[in-house]
């Protein structure tokens, strides 16, 4: 299995919503990774989880909330999320740290998400 | 720290070939460069570490110029699934940080 498996693949919620996305990876890898994307822009980072803990947050709004329950699974629950938010959730993984070099990334094909 | 990237747009017919560049004002550790399709996600093409190296994946193939700072994508005959964006990504100070150009569109039409 060399997929990073993301659900669901579309979401629509309003402001007051609470909503989880879902990344699941049976590959073995020992980081995984949050990055966001607008149209027409290049993916962002927003956290880094090595060894099922976090180890990067870029500053990223607390509505925002990662979980790393295993070594396989990572979520993001959404809280109370902006229009602005609105963009393609993207998840990644690598076999071990990227700072190791010869790493690469792994992407699930996202979740499309929109605030109303 | 965002690597720029060039040219922001590239139109082929298909068997022409293209050069895509990546420059960073930061030192560069490695190089990786992904192509996405329309709707699809990113997918991996190579890394380049530093040694001034070169690789190769069908007939495209990558350099990096560790002086330079900088990183060459070479599409050879393209063809039309060669069509994408294609970002190059930087690391951050031995980090676990990706930074991704803006990337550059590559049409291959018939």
Redesign the interface.
Known sequence: DTEVTQTPKHLVMGMTNKKSLKCEQHMGHRAMYWYKQKAKKPPELMFVYSYEKLSINESVPSRFSPECPNSSLLNLHLHALQPEDSALYLCASSQEELSRLDEKLFFGSGTQLSVL | QQPVQSPQAVILREGEDAVINCSSSKAL??V?W?RQKHG?????LM?L?KGGEQKGHEKISASFNEKKQQSSLYLTASQLSYSGTY?CGT?VG??????????TKLTVNP
């Not at chain 2, 031995?94 to 990337?103: I, N, Y």
Request: net charge negative.
């Open positions: 550790y490695s990786h992904y699809e996600a990113p997918v991996f890394i570490l970002f690391e031995g980090s676990e940080k990706l930074v991704f150009g803006k990337g």
